[in-house]
């Protein structure tokens, strides 16, 4: 894993000094709050519903055990106990008070960490599939590249005040697992005729109020172009992209109005331009990067034990058939351990459950934990004679959930609980349809299903690549809830289609589950996917289901 | 005739806690909306508002929320107001333990 040098040491200390202050003056009531909020929303600290939050990136969703345990101790000591895993790899706190937020900082950059560039209208902490350096289907770990787009995404001088937010994702696997079609820029590794590993370049897809799929900018990029590309990019959004209007500021508005054409023929005549400073420099520093990411040593030992421990134990068999990946490694599974047990609040684990799964790591994962945008926690590298420890230890720590994506492995944005933008909650629906799934028995059965709930249009909780989406809205002072169907984030992206008129907050579990218990019917055997039934049929028989004929009158 | 006014309240973030806060009428700030001071008339809600704006070491980002009477003094009417006077809904955090 890449660990600070020095100069991302002091220069996130001088950071935290220059924030220690800002603040500082804030309280003293030197600085207005017009004044302090751009400085602030530097430092990833918001001002929400009922307290401050604090963002951290989570790089590329790497963790190591370290930095794990001193998450744990920043909720203990400055928060609620308890921290929140996001979409886009980060943590949050809820409930931070200002005067200790430096204090937050200095702790977070004891073990390498920061909260620079989680908000404002920068490049944003760049995030990479979180099975990365582990997945079978893998051609090379993308981390290196994300670490490099990070040290050159931050405090770079040309991108500090961009049109809007800038997102990047990266895979190095042929299944998406990414996103990457749903971010300003999304590069997935492929390889051209020679062999040769690049990038497939995809820009301008996004969510929010105005939802697009990325389009393939360069179908292949070399790997040693990425930087003056990616640069390339963001100089030509830097000067095209609309000032005027926020809600039409990201790139996916800039491609979208000029034409892929039109874009692509700027960025490459920027390219020509940019590539000429980049000296090889960045060569050699992916090269250093590359050699901190180098595998673990795995180990060669037999499994046998495991094949018993799942014959034995009925539990641990159902855990390991949903919770693990396959490893590119003889004998080794990835573990998602899963942060959404029926009726919790998803991504949220407690500062003892942060601890044990930090444990877990050392032990048994060559010290790496990984944060998904699905709001879970991997442990990457486990081998199979040690699954059994692995799983016992974590139906101690109440993180034994088995439901990796089925019906309950919800994403949930914080919603009107906590986000002051927000026109409904979202926890809640979350909670209440794993609760109600679970009674019911059924997830299974259902098998693959992908719910995903925002609290507003911005779709922070990627509803619209939701198999199911649900949008919280506010109609005339009342929660209200629309549903989406036949979204995808992966590597077929698709944006869902409106259902119909939403449900109030009493409607939209039951509404659900009809819609689910009514895709067992509709589907041609149990193989067929909710969302392979919906391509298959369409909205028609869904939306029969989700508005029967006498309900008709009632639902608008 | 003019249009009715809709009573409001001058609400904000607390600026070292960043918890909800509503303007009392003797000029300090609750954490119980019920203590806030209800504003009926429109002129007057906008000056309390500007007042409040300008104790910037004390707050962060007031605005005028709607509410009406209640028997122990003004209540929130809109859900998102409610939930400012309460906290979350998914754990016992915020002013539903704190105030009680
Ligand atoms: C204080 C809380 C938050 C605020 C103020 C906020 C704000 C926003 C806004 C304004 C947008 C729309 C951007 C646009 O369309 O240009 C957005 C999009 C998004 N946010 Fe958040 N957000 C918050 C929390 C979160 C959380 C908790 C997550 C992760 C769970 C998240 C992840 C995303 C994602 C994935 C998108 C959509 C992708 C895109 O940028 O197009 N946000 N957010
Ligand atoms: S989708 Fe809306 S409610 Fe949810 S976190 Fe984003 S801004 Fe807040």
Known sequence: ?556 | MARTFTPKVVTANALLEGDAVWLTEANTWTRDIRKAELLTDEAHADLRLLEAQARAGEIAGAYLADAKPGDNGPEPTHFREDFRTRGPSNYAHGKQVELS
């Open chain 1, 1 to 556: 894993m890449y660990t600070y040098n020095d100069f991302d040491e002091a220069f996130v200390r001088s950071r935290v000094a220059q924030f220690r202050g800002q603040v500082e003056r804030r309280i003293d009531g030197s600085l207005t709050e017009d004044e302090f909020k751009p400085l602030r929303l530097m430092n990833g600290l918001y001002l929400q519903l009922h307290a401050y939050m604090l963002r951290v990136a989570v790089p590329y969703g790497t963790l190591n055990p370290s930095q794990m345990r001193q998450l744990a101790f920043i909720a203990d000591k400055w928060d609620k106990g308890y921290g929140h895993f996001t979409t886009r790899q980060n943590i949050q706190y809820n409930w931070p008070k200002l005067p200790d937020v430096p204090d937050m900082l200095d702790a977070l950059a004891d073990v390498g960490m920061h909260a620079i560039q989680t908000s404002g209208n920068t490049i944003r902490n760049v995030t990479a599939d979180h099975f990365a350096g582990a997945a079978a289907d893998e051609i090379e770990d993308p981390r290196p590249v994300a670490e490099l787009l990070r040290q050159w995404s931050t405090d770079h001088p040309e991108f500090q005040f961009l049109p809007r937010k800038f997102k990047i994702a990266v895979t190095g696997a042929a299944h998406d697992r990414a996103v990457t079609k749903a971010h300003d820029i999304g590069l997935r590794m492929v390889r051209n005729d020679a062999g040769e590993p690049g990038f497939e370049v995809i820009v301008g897809g996004g969510l929010g109020r105005t939802p697009m799929v990325g389009k393939v900018l360069r179908a292949f990029l070399p790997k040693a172009d990425l930087l003056p590309y990616c640069e390339a990019i963001v100089s030509v959004y830097n000067l095209l992209g609309r000032r005027d209007n926020k809600y039409k500021a990201r790139i996916k508005i800039t491609v979208h109005e000029n034409g892929l054409e039109k874009i692509q023929e700027l960025v490459e005549e920027r390219f020509a331009a940019v590539r000429a400073g980049f000296s090889g420099v960045d060569q050699e520093l992916l090269a250093e990067i590359e050699a901190a990411f180098a595998p673990p040593a795995f180990a060669v030992k037999p499994t046998a034990g495991y094949e018993a421990a799942r014959l034995a134990n009925p539990a641990f068999r159902s855990w390991t058939d949903t919770n693990l990946a396959q490893h590119k490694a003889d004998g080794y599974a990835i573990v998602s351990i899963s942060i959404k047990k029926h009726g919790a609040t998803p991504g949220d684990a407690t500062s003892d459950q942060m601890r044990v799964m930090a444990d877990l790591a050392e032990q048994y994962c060559h010290g790496e934990l990984r944060i998904s945008h699905e709001q879970n926690v991997i442990l990457p590298h486990v081998h199979k004679a040690d699954l059994a420890k692995v799983y016992a230890a974590l139906r101690e720590a109440d993180l034994a959930t088995a439901n990796i994506g089925l019906a309950s492995d919800i994403i949930a944005c914080p919603g009107m609980d906590y986000c002051a933008l927000a026109t409904a909650r979202s926890i809640p629906i979350a909670q209440e349809i794993a609760t109600r799934f679970d009674e019911l028995k059924i997830e299974h059965e259902i098998g693959a299903l992908k719910i995903k709930i925002s609290g507003c249009i911005n779709a922070c909780g990627h509803h619209h690549v939701g198999h199911i989406g649900i949008l919280g809205l506010d109609r005339a002072g009342v929660e209200n809830y629309q549903i989406t169907l036949g979204g995808d984030g992966t590597e077929t992206t698709t944006i869902g289609e409106r259902a119909g008129p939403g449900f109030s907050a009493e409607e939209i579990v039951p509404a659900i589950e009809r819609l689910v218990t009514g895709y067992l019917d509709l589907r041609s055997d149990p193989q067929e996917t909710f969302l392979q039934t919906y391509r298959r049929l369409g909205m028609e028989p869904f939306k029969a289901i989700l508005y029967p004929a006498e309900d008709k009158a009632n639902a608008a």
